[in-house]
């Protein structure tokens, strides 16, 4: 029942799939989706990806621009695409103004030096969530971590 659930949450629409692509290529992965075991604590709720300071930040699936500018003092896209997922790219110094529509592989921005946490010059911080519950971009692509839950919980 959770794995269904877990499964159900990642599902875009009934329907024909959505076709969602790396932001920045090449992709490398520096650290991945670890989010934390209760929503109040800290975690990573998203993965970065290696980039060099400049680099093209592209939308990983069409959809609605629901912001572009910055928050707390570093560039932010917002995406929301069908079925209610919502992708984030930081720091980004945005092309794109809030609601322009964009398709997949659309470029979006340039990515800004910056990111905490980072082990290089420069990461694309790339974020999913469905409402407020945070998820795995990497499963846009088919590559996100499977986890199995108990059918019965104590």
Not at 77 to 88: D, E, K, P
């Amino acid at each position: 029942m959770h794995v269904l659930a877990v499964v159900l949450l990642l599902l875009p629409t009934l329907g024909a799939a959505p076709s969602y692509q790396w932001p920045v290529l090449p992709p490398q992965v520096l650290r991945r989706f670890d989010p934390p075991p209760e929503p109040w604590l800290a975690g990573h709720r998203g993965v970065d990806l290696g980039a060099p300071v400049g680099a093209r930040v592209r939308a990983a699936g069409g959809g609605v621009v629901v912001h572009a500018g910055p928050v707390a003092g570093r560039g932010v896209v917002s995406i929301l695409h069908a079925g209610g997922l919502r992708t984030t790219y930081e720091p980004v110094t945005a092309s794109v103004q809030t609601g322009e529509t964009v398709a997949a592989g659309a470029p979006i921005g340039a990515v800004e030096a910056g990111h905490p946490g980072c082990p290089q010059a420069a990461c694309l911080h790339w974020g999913l969530r469905r409402g407020d519950v945070y998820l795995d971009p990497l499963a846009l692509l088919g590559l996100g971590r499977v986890r199995l839950l108990p059918l019965d919980r104590p």
